[in-house]
């Protein structure tokens, strides 16, 4: 049986390629399946090539190059090529990131105890100041294993066939420049009643970034956060999203004061973080629009 995995590689993230195709080498491979590999590089990288050539050894692998510098566009390539093919599972992963070498193995297990058909897993950080820990850990989902969810992320999930044999949905590529359209496309999978779970043995380590060690990026980020889901609302709910995005913007703000009443380290984390994902979308009424993806 085959299984297909997906990964974007673009040129910011040249740094960690090296370590993440290492870390794609130790992958192990349950017995009765197959392993390909699908590299979408953007159009001006093609020596890359020879890089993955000289790495990957382990594996099958099969190259796409994308002339458009658009993530959406390039994870639908993906999903055009699985239409074509016979196929059991497939699956997204980031190129920042170190993969555990279990994350296949444990991902088929999941498939095979849950009743599910896409599995999403944790993402860790590597962190250099350990003040940031907190951060890091704030911004990502806290999810039990097994748990029922409406959505997960391209840098870490899982999917079985259905996904490409019985919709048509696809990534959209108006949110190109604002992130999100991995939440919006298995939120909206999720409408159409497909199962989605959280697998917390098949993990991923995001490598160490030092921009992103810095307060501001994470408050861009959640601005960004609160606008993006303005966008995911609105292609949701429609006209619905006129009364849900205002009750949204109300919702953050009263829990980020609400966490000002105990004023711990944390709580001041994630209050800053509530209150700019309010500000994104208080400001996205007004067209307000970020200049570039954070």
Same mark, same amino acid.
């Given at each position: 049986?085959?299984?297909?995995?997906?990964?974007?590689?673009?040129?910011?993230?040249?740094?960690?390629?090296?370590?993440?195709?290492?870390?794609?080498?130790?992958?192990?491979?349950?017995?009765?399946?197959?392993?390909?590999?699908?590299?979408?590089?953007?159009?001006?990288?093609?020596?890359?090539?020879? #890089?993955? @050539? !000289? +790495?990957? *050894?382990?594996?099958?692998? %099969?190259?796409?190059? =994308?002339?458009?510098?658009?993530?959406?566009?390039?994870?639908?390539?993906?999903?055009?090529?699985?239409?074509?093919?016979?196929?059991?599972?497939?699956?997204?992963?980031?190129?920042?990131?170190?993969?555990?070498?279990?994350?296949?193995?444990?991902?088929?297990?999941?498939?095979?105890?849950?009743?599910?058909?896409?599995?999403?897993?944790?993402?860790?950080?590597?962190?250099?100041?350990?003040?940031?820990?907190?951060?890091?850990?704030?911004?990502?989902?806290?999810?039990?294993?097994?748990?029922?969810?409406?959505?997960?992320?391209?840098?870490?999930?899982? #999917?079985? @066939? !259905? +996904?490409? *044999?019985?919709?048509?949905? %696809?990534?959209?590529? =108006?949110?190109?420049?604002?992130?999100?359209?991995?939440?919006?496309?298995?939120?909206?999978?999720?409408?159409?009643?497909?199962?989605?779970?959280?697998?917390?043995?098949?993990?991923?380590?995001?490598?160490?970034?030092?921009?992103?060690?810095?307060?501001?990026?994470?408050?861009?980020?959640?601005?960004?956060?609160?606008?993006?889901?303005?966008?995911?609302?609105?292609?949701?709910?429609?006209?619905?999203?006129?009364?849900?995005?205002?009750?949204?913007?109300?919702?953050?703000?009263?829990?980020?004061?609400?966490?000002?009443?105990?004023?711990?380290?944390?709580?001041?984390? !994630?209050?800053?973080?509530?209150?700019?994902?309010?500000?994104?979308?208080?400001?996205?009424?007004?067209?307000?629009?970020?200049?570039?993806?954070?």
């Amino acid at each position: 049986m085959r299984i297909y995995i997906c990964v974007l590689i673009s040129r910011k993230n040249l740094k960690f390629l090296n370590s993440f195709l290492n870390s794609l080498n130790q992958i192990i491979v349950p017995k009765n399946y197959k392993l390909k590999l699908v590299f979408i590089i953007e159009s001006d990288l093609v020596i890359v090539k020879s #890089f993955l @050539k !000289k +790495i990957i *050894k382990r594996v099958d692998y %099969t190259i796409f190059l =994308n002339s458009k510098k658009s993530i959406p566009h390039s994870r639908n390539i993906f999903l055009k090529f699985l239409k074509k093919q016979t196929y059991e599972f497939g699956g997204f992963l980031d190129d920042d990131s170190i993969v555990n070498n279990k994350w296949l193995l444990n991902m088929v297990k999941f498939f095979n105890n849950y009743d599910c058909d896409i599995a999403g897993g944790p993402q860790k950080h590597q962190v250099k100041n350990t003040k940031f820990e907190d951060f890091f850990n704030i911004i990502e989902p806290k999810r039990y294993h097994g748990e029922l969810v409406k959505w997960v992320a391209t840098n870490n999930c899982f #999917f079985s @066939k !259905k +996904i490409t *044999k019985n919709t048509k949905i %696809t990534f959209d590529n =108006n949110l190109t420049n604002y992130g999100g359209s991995d939440q919006l496309f298995f939120s909206q999978l999720s409408k159409k009643n497909f199962i989605l779970k959280w697998n917390t043995s098949s993990y991923i380590t995001e490598k160490y970034q030092t921009e992103r060690e810095n307060k501001l990026w994470f408050l861009k980020r959640n601005l960004r956060f609160g606008y993006s889901g303005n966008l995911i609302d609105k292609k949701n709910y429609g006209y619905l999203s006129k009364i849900l995005v205002p009750i949204k913007i109300v919702h953050l703000f009263s829990n980020a004061l609400v966490l000002l009443i105990i004023p711990t380290r944390k709580n001041l984390i !994630k209050s800053s973080f509530l209150f700019f994902r309010a500000v994104g979308r208080l400001i996205g009424l007004f067209n307000y629009k970020p200049k570039k993806y954070i």
